[in-house]
């Protein structure tokens, strides 16, 4: 049982560059999450899914695009890289309580 | 805006130590409050978790905390920290109305032997 997967596990590209990180779950959870990762200010959400087709943007989702066409996956695209988004990108998901499972996370460098 | 601070950002213990890591949260009605815990190179886990009822939780690992509403407070404590208990640890909310989590900056602990 994989539970959470995210790929590619590290990841270096251009500023300007197209870039799609990859989340799966194999839970069937309803709610889906991305965060990212950067030094002192903890785990911050991009954006979050409730269900298939549903997504709402969290507090950093400018330069961000998601979508969910099936329960199971929930991709994260950099529209054009920039450096500010060079990070730790976590991909989360929840079911009916409020916990969340996390992903072993992308190490996305933009140069 | 709704926030969790962290008050320790790097602590560094003797194995045997006691530890106790703050957490407090801005004020937003009411709360699901969790630990989570997150070893040199993996994915954040779950230590403990608050919903309601006996404000003082058990997680895993021998870790607690305490929920203290008047003082809108979620520290962290182990009586006795093991090297093994290196790591870095965020404490987060989910707000009333709210499903995602708000992260505190995690306090980075080095656990000496």
């Known amino acids: 049982d994989a539970g959470i997967t995210q790929s590619p596990r590290y990841k270096i590209t251009e500023t300007g560059r197209q870039v799609t990180l990859m989340c799966h779950q194999t839970?069937?959870?309803?709610?889906m999450f991305w965060y990212r990762q950067d030094l002192g200010h903890g785990l911050r959400l991009i954006y979050y899914?409730?269900?298939?087709?549903?997504?709402d943007k969290g507090e950093v989702p400018d330069g961000y695009v998601v979508s969910r066409s099936k329960t199971e996956n929930f991709p994260l695209t950099l529209e054009s890289a920039t450096r500010s988004q060079t990070s730790v990108y976590f991909c989360a998901s929840g079911g009916a309580v409020y916990e969340q499972y996390f992903g072993p996370g992308t190490r996305l460098t933009v140069t | 805006a709704q926030s969790v601070s962290q008050h320790n950002h790097h602590v560094i213990l003797s194995e045997a130590a006691s530890l106790e890591l703050g957490c407090n949260y801005s004020y937003g009605g009411t709360v699901n409050l969790f630990w989570y815990v997150q070893y040199p190179g993996q994915h954040l886990q779950l230590l403990l978790k608050?919903?309601?009822?006996?404000?003082l939780v058990k997680g895993i690992k021998g870790f607690e905390a305490e929920f203290i509403k008047s003082k809108f407070s979620f520290n962290l404590r182990k009586p006795s920290v093991q090297w093994s208990d290196t790591a870095e640890y965020f404490c987060?909310?989910?707000?009333?109305?709210?499903?995602?989590?708000?992260f505190g900056s995690g306090t980075r602990l080095q656990v000496q032997p």
């Open positions: 608050y919903f309601s009822g006996d404000p």
């Open positions: 987060a909310v989910i707000y009333t109305g709210r499903r995602a989590l708000t």
């Open positions: 839970w069937s959870h309803s709610y």
């Open positions: 899914s409730a269900a298939a087709d549903i997504t």
